[in-house]
C-alpha cells in the first residue's frame, strides 16, 4: 500500500469513528500499520472516550493476593510459576492469608483480586476455602477471583459444570471475575504458549456461562511476544462478539508482556509507543465495552 492508499484507508477509518460506525478487521491491523501517526490513532480514540465516558475516569482501591504460585502448567510467558518442590514454590495459611485481607482492609480497599497458580495437591475445596475465609472475616471488600483457566480447572477437578463452579464460587462469596488467562485467542499463537491450558472455546464459554448467571467479568489480551496486529484485532473482535451477545464484561485490560524470566526472555518488552497504540486501537474496536484500563 503506497502513502496515498494509505492516507485514504485512514481517512475511511476516521469517518466511520465519527459516525460511530463499527470498525473491521483490516481496519484494526490499519490502524497498527507503524506508517500511521500514533497521535492520529490516539486522537480518534479519545474521541470515543469521550463519547462513551465524557472526561471521567474510574478507579478503586485494590490489593492482589496470589494464594500459590505452584502450578501445574508451564506457560512459556509466565515468570510466576513454580514447580511443586522448587524451592521457590510457596502456598500461604490461611493466617497469611487473612493477614493480607487485614492489610486490605486498613488501607480502604475495596476489591481484591486473587489469582494464583493451578497446585498439583490442592482440591477444590481450598480454593473455595480461600474465599470463604475472606469473605466470612471481610464482607466489606469485593472478591474478584479465579480467571476462566482456573475455573476450567476447577471443572477438571470436581466434575461438574462450568455454572455448578461458579455458583459454588459465588456462595461462597466470589462477586466477579477477571479477565486473565486470555492472552491471545487465535490458534497460531495461543498453541505456541500454552497449548495445556484452557483453550479459547473454554476461556469464552466460562465468561458466557458468568454472565449469563449475573456474574460480571473484565477481560485481557496479553500483547507484544509472538504475536502480529492480525493476531490482536481477530483477538479484540472475539472479546466484541462476546460482549453482543451477553454485555457482561465491566472493563478491557491491554496487558504488556515483561519477557523477563519467561522461556520468551529473548524478545524485547514492548515500547511505550505500542503500549499507547495498543490501548488506543482496543478503545476503537471494542466499541461495546464501556471502559478501557489503563
Ligand atoms: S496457568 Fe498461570 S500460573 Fe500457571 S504457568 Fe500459566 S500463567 Fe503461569
Not at 473482535?237 to 451477553?246: F, N, V, Y
Not at 503500549?275 to 471502559?291: E, F, G, V, W
Request: aromatic letters at 8%; hydrophobic letters at 35%; glycine letters at 6%.
Amino acid at each position: 500500500m503506497n502513502a496515498a492508499e494509505r492516507a485514504a484507508r485512514f481517512r475511511e477509518i476516521r469517518d466511520k469513528v465519527e459516525a460511530d460506525e463499527r470498525l473491521s478487521l483490516d481496519d484494526g491491523i490499519l490502524l497498527y500499520d507503524p506508517q500511521i501517526p500514533m497521535q492520529a490513532v490516539g486522537e480518534l480514540a479519545n474521541l470515543v472516550r469521550e463519547r462513551k465516558n465524557g472526561n471521567v475516569a474510574y478507579y478503586n482501591i485494590n490489593t492482589h493476593l496470589n494464594p500459590t504460585n505452584v502450578c501445574v502448567y508451564r506457560c512459556r510467558f509466565c515468570a510466576f510459576r513454580s514447580d511443586l518442590r522448587d524451592p521457590k514454590g510457596y502456598v500461604m495459611s490461611d493466617e497469611q492469608i487473612l493477614e493480607r485481607g487485614r492489610e486490605a482492609t486498613e488501607n480502604g480497599c475495596t476489591e481484591m483480586h486473587i489469582v494464583g497458580g493451578l497446585h498439583h495437591q490442592r482440591p477444590y475445596d481450598w480454593y473455595r476455602h480461600v474465599i470463604e475465609l475472606l469473605n466470612e472475616h471481610y464482607p466489606q471488600i469485593h472478591l474478584k477471583a479465579w480467571t476462566a483457566v482456573e475455573i476450567n480447572w476447577f471443572e477438571f477437578q470436581t466434575k461438574k459444570s462450568i455454572q455448578w463452579v461458579l455458583e459454588d464460587m459465588r456462595s461462597a462469596g466470589l462477586g466477579s471475575m477477571p479477565g486473565g488467562g486470555a492472552e491471545i485467542f487465535h490458534p497460531e499463537v495461543r498453541d505456541q504458549l500454552c497449548e495445556h491450558k484452557a483453550n479459547t472455546h473454554a476461556w469464552l464459554e466460562i465468561h458466557r456461562t458468568a454472565h449469563r448467571i449475573g456474574l460480571k467479568t473484565n477481560c485481557t489480551m496479553l500483547y507484544g511476544h509472538v504475536e502480529n496486529a492480525f493476531h490482536r484485532i481477530d483477538h479484540l473482535l472475539r472479546l466484541r462478539e462476546l460482549q453482543d451477545e451477553t454485555g457482561g464484561f465491566q472493563v478491557f485490560i491491554p496487558l504488556a508482556f515483561h519477557p523477563e524470566n519467561t522461556k520468551l526472555s529473548d524478545i524485547k518488552k514492548p515500547s511505550a509507543v505500542m503500549d499507547l497504540r495498543t490501548m488506543a486501537i482496543s478503545r476503537l474496536m471494542l466499541d461495546n465495552i464501556q471502559n478501557i484500563k489503563a
